[in-house]
């Protein structure tokens, strides 16, 4: 697989690289499962989701947190290697947490691909509403993927994340609920 660039003059890491530095991080205690593991150690919500979610007709996909304590990075890193686990075809994640507006800018026209465009590609994004660096991503993006977590994310936030993705193009949202979810995907300090 050759390195994407993306418009930023340097490759943003592949897949495989980040499920390594997500095994060392295993290894520390700082992450609860790993991703390259059998299907059984992802949520069975979440892997039904997904499911669901390949089947809609996008060739991008913005995964967006309702709020700063969830990072859609890891989320997305949890999707992707469950296409792999059930061969699910070619996907490529770019991790766009952390961009400014002139990076986005210039990532968004890589998102612009034709109906069935094989790889698809999912977009890990800070939240839209307190960075916009993300607002062009996720407008460029086919459809999106809300995060939220339950006790931390408003409704009202969620409602806004949703409202500037446009309703019609959120295929779904992912809730974590009890506290070992919400501590698998939560924001590194």
């Known amino acids: 697989m050759r390195p994407n660039t993306w418009g930023l ?21 700082l992450m609860a499962d790993s991703i390259d593991g059998p299907a059984g150690e992802v949520p069975r919500e979440l892997q039904q989701l997904w499911l669901s979610v390949v ?6 996909l913005a995964v967006i947190p309702a709020d700063e304590s969830v990072s859609a990075r890891l989320v997305a890193e949890e999707l992707v290697g469950l296409s792999r686990t059930f061969d699910l075809g070619a996907f490529e994640l770019v991790d ?13 026209h890589g998102l612009a ?14 939240s839209p509403l307190a960075h916009p660096g993300a607002v062009a991503l996720l407008v460029a993006a086919d459809a999106a993927l809300v995060v ?12 806004d994340v949703t409202e500037l ?18 501590q698998r995907y939560a924001r590194e300090a």
């Open 113 to 126: 691909r034709p109906p069935g465009a094989d790889p698809r590609v999912v977009v890990a994004l800070d």
């Open 55 to 60: 089947r809609s007709a996008w060739t991008s």
């Open 9 to 29: 003059g340097e490759p943003q890491p592949q897949v495989r690289t980040m499920v390594r530095a997500r095994r060392r991080d295993y290894r520390r205690g």
């Open 165 to 182: 993705a446009g309703s019609s193009r959120v295929l779904g949202c992912i809730t974590l609920r009890d506290e070992g979810e919400s």
């Open 148 to 159: 939220a977590r339950l006790g931390t994310s408003s409704l009202a936030g969620i409602r």
């Open 96 to 108: 766009a947490e952390g961009v400014s507006v002139q990076e986005a800018g210039r990532m968004a």
